[in-house]
């Protein structure tokens, strides 16, 4: 699930919404890891939810993705004469984990994740269903027959959401945490603007040379990447307090149609979540006060 608003030049020359794919067919990403994109194709997930087939002979799969069962069926088509040991989820949203549990059933993999999802009431699409048979900590290495997983916990866009770092690689495969074609929807309760610049901070402590989303083209210039999506949202943060006023009350509709003035419809719900999300970053901070009234929740300059 994605912010979808882009109108800062460093972070949007950046974006490309180019991938070469074909549905139910596994295409090899770096030598050892294979991407197969779920027919979900859409406004938040662009061509579709890249699940990741990690090693060889006995693999982990990273992101079964929706249940969708042509889906499933071409995972396991695609791994035909291997073993599916591990199967892995970044986070539980419903284009990520909901074909976790049917593909253990067919294969008997464990499921692996942080844990279930967070704080549920603001955000669609949240997989409130998933409970990971063996749950995962940050820095944990998760290793299979060839192939070994580094955990990064990367809170922000869902409260567990997981990154892998793939050993021998130099990649990390980071969800939804980092795309490559739009930034990354933060939608409160369970998702947080702060953890978010953190876990943004934490990947630019890295050495990585590939980031490879989920939704999106391999990434070959992380920290410039990591660098212009901070500025991005560092950007979005004054625009708001721009329109924020210490006399009158502010609603997030009317900051909406003022930050984003040609906004397709389908995606004004989705810059409302983030427009929340950050206000209650700078709540946090002390620069703003959220007010409840008879017209919802409002929020004044301090």
Known sequence: MIDHINNQSSIQELFTHELEFKYSEAKEVLPGIRRIVAPNPGPYTLHGTGTYIVGKNEVAIIDPGPNIDSHIQAIVRATSGEKITHILVTHTHADHSPAAKPLAEITGAKVMGYGPH??????????????PDYVLKDKEIIKGYNWELE????????SNHICYGVAGTEAVLTGDHIMGWSTTLVSPPDGNMRDYFSSLEKMLLRDDKFYIPAHGKMIKNPRRFVRALIGHR????????????NKHVSYIPS?????YPQLDRRLIKAAGRSVLAHLLHIEELGDAKSIKSSKGLGWVLL
């Open 234 to 245: 560092k950007m979005r943060k004054k625009q708001i307090i721009k329109h924020l006023d």
């Open 151 to 158: 955990c990064i916990h990367t809170p922000g866009h869902t």
């Open 255 to 259: 900051l909406v149609s003022k930050m």
């Open 118 to 131: 967070g704080e549920s009431g603001g955000e669609e699409g949240a997989d409130l269903s998933f409970i």
